[in-house]
């Protein structure tokens, strides 16, 4: 029975490393005055099933590690390693310009002209592509020996989700007429009914 | 999924519930996403964006979230536009985003569980190119097909069907 008790306690004492570490890799999540803003406003309604699912979900979860802490303390280095070995993307995951997509090569000059944005109200900073100019000249830094800068148009499906209409500006190899690095300036989920 | 707190847009002199989020544009355009706190289940983007239409251009106002202070896992402080929009405190032009805002109205008919998966009476659409309202469009749920309607009117209708409502109500504390 000592062992019974023993293997009860080690699974209580893997519950609580588990909390604690869960508490301190997570921000806090709830503020005093946030959570008072939320339990104040009539929007905020929590549903009845939400409330059981709590007050059932979180006991029996407890319980399980408690009771099967070896298969949890498992799953939790897993989850663990994978954190710390992210499974690189598939290249079909990620969009990238392609030679198809390319409209017209132009000059820094003619591309800032271009982009400059204006309002009346004067919110927007007085720079090429208003709000996005920092992201722009981190996107210029970029740029290599041979490079050109061409626009570019593309109507991108990802593996999930609905297709992507992208428009931006690309860095182009001159040498390889290879496309690389590119700044997004409009990126719109378009639905079926759309596109 | 749960259902999320939608944004808040002030147009034409009324405040709507706003089921379409232009910042995550921004987010994407710039691949840069600030770290907000998810404070709830039913927000997890971590922030409720305020805007407003003025002069058919659409403007961030205001965002309520918290950020993640970063020096401590405990800390965060909440979010000012300045944090994402810096020299710009007050009012910024949404010249990133091209795309439709929906903005719903009336009663629902529909509860969905779902991110803005809910439907309600009327949707007001609002088409949008670089920041600036190119069209708007009334589309009624009760009918299958895309019916244009001023928004006076749909209005009207509601609120003559609410005094129906009152009135029916007084005559039977009458009788």
Known sequence: MIYFYSYLALGFLTLVILYTTHRIR?????????????????????????????????????????????????KYLVILYMNFNPRPKSSDEEFSVDVAHLIEELSINEIESRERVYDPLGSVPDLPFGHLNSTWNTFLHKAEAYDAIWSFEAHWKPRWGSTVHKVGYALVNQKKHQPGAFFLTLNNETWPSES | MTDQFPERLHYQNREYSMCTNPLEDYFELTGIRPKFVETSSALWRGYEGKWVIIHDRLYLIGIDGCLSNGTSAFSSRFATLEDIFPGFPKRVFAHWYTGTIRLPYGNRLDYDH???????????????????????????????????????????????????????TQGDLFL
């Open chain 2, 114 to 168: 779902g991110e803005y998966g809910s439907s309600f009476e009327y949707d007001l659409m609002i088409e949008v190119s670089k920041g600036v309202i190119t069209s708007t469009t009334i589309r009624e749920n009760t009918v299958p097909e895309k019916t244009s309607f001023s928004l006076e009117k749909i209005i009207e209708r509601i609120e003559s069907k609410e005094a129906l409502k009152a009135q029916e």
């Open chain 1, 26 to 74: 997570e921000p806090r999540k709830h503020s005093s005055t946030l959570k008072a803003l939320f339990h104040s406003s009539p929007r905020h309604r929590i549903e009845w099933k939400e409330r059981l699912l709590e007050s059932i979900v979180i006991p029996l979860t407890a319980l399980f590690v408690v009771v099967v802490w070896p298969y949890a303390l498992y």
